[in-house]
């Protein structure tokens, strides 16, 4: 990969750009996914998503030389991709359906937790340190304070979304684990988009086989709805992926980090600002200590993770505590 300019040689101003662009554009896509599945059926609506965005990436990685793919390396997208989009957002789309977008991207937000549990019950990893630990816990603290009724005044979680909510962060964190030996592209990007075509048709065949497409008809797309869609593909999936990309490679992990904290706190302030989602003291309690439980992790895990994985999806939940990628994208 070629030689790129360091945080110092980048214009700031572009800096500042990709950055609000990570942080507002991935933050509004739990509201963005809230408003599209109003009018479309869920695992449809981010099987379209996915796949139409993992095309046009594929097309462009392609178009600028990037080696044409292996067979191994379709499994190994398979198998990451359905893990990654179609259990994991597919069971987020699915599950805000019922459950508030801000509710649900705190949910989500607990996947470092995930992983940081399922690498070292898989033996992957050494015991996690006390600031992880303590971390870990409060972040299941907060999570139970978030689905914990919220006595006469306030609402509560619809349960079986919550455990829907709870699987996919699941999901997500072990196909993130998985990425790290799948056998996949050296190009992050391309890898990612074989993602996205994958997972995108695993999306499409499972709301196919649970009866999905009677429901679905052009003509009952609600404008917003559409428009949402629109959103999720070009910029929740293509613009947020390559300003994700470009600040990996011209600033520091400890910068890219706070994307992780802040994106759950961007999509609480839409959802109340956009969509009428209450906004209760236990809500806002429950934000401060997930978000805090998520930086504690951050800040304490680096030197527990061994080698990152090679594509974008998964790098999102990994790259705070991953200095120099395999791939290299800091190259």
């Not at 603290?141 to 349960?159: E, M």
């Not at 979304?161 to 699987?167: D, F, R, V, Y």
């Not at 992926?241 to 706070?258: D, E, G, K, N, Q």
Request: some cysteine.
């Amino acid at each position: 990969m070629t030689e790129t300019p360091s945080s110092h040689e980048a214009p700031r101003s572009l800096v500042i750009l990709a950055f609000a662009s990570v942080y507002f554009f991935w933050g509004g896509t739990f509201l963005a996914i809230r408003f599209a599945v109003q009018t479309i059926p869920p695992f449809l609506m981010a099987g379209i998503r996915h796949f139409t965005a993992g095309l046009i990436l594929y097309a462009w990685t392609r178009f600028r030389g990037v080696p044409r793919p292996r067979r191994i390396h379709w499994r190994g997208a398979a198998i990451v991709g359905g893990l990654l989009l179609m259990c994991g957002n597919g069971g987020v789309s699915w599950a805000e359906q019922k459950v508030p977008s801000g509710i649900a991207a705190l949910m989500v937000a607990t996947i470092p937790l995930w992983m940081v549990l399922i690498n070292w019950m898989h033996g992957d990893s050494k015991r996690p340190s006390l600031g992880v630990s303590l971390g870990i816990v409060l972040g299941f603290a907060g999570t139970a304070l978030l689905v914990l009724p919220a006595g006469k005044t306030g609402g509560h979680i619809d349960l079986l979304s919550a455990l829907e909510l709870t699987i996919a962060s699941m999901c997500w964190a072990a196909g993130s684990l998985y990425s790290r030996k799948a056998h996949l592209p050296d190009s992050p990007l391309l890898a990612t988009a074989m993602e996205m075509i994958s997972g995108g048709l695993l999306l499409l065949l499972f709301g196919t086989a649970i009866g999905e497409w009677p429901k679905f008809h052009w003509s009952l797309i609600s404008l917003r709805s559409g428009l949402s869609l629109g959103y999720l593909i070009v910029f929740g999936s293509l613009v947020g992926f390559t300003a994700y990309i470009w600040i990996l490679r011209v600033s520091t992990p400890a910068h890219v980090s706070t994307y992780a904290y802040v994106n759950p706190v961007v999509a609480v302030a839409l959802g109340s600002a956009l969509a009428g989602e209450a906004l209760t003291l236990q809500t806002l309690l429950a934000t401060t200590i997930i978000v805090a439980a998520v930086a504690i992790i951050i800040k304490f895990r680096t030197e527990q993770l061994p080698s990152g994985p090679r594509n974008v999806l998964a790098l999102a939940e990994e790259c705070p505590a991953i200095p120099e990628p395999e791939s290299g994208l800091k190259s």
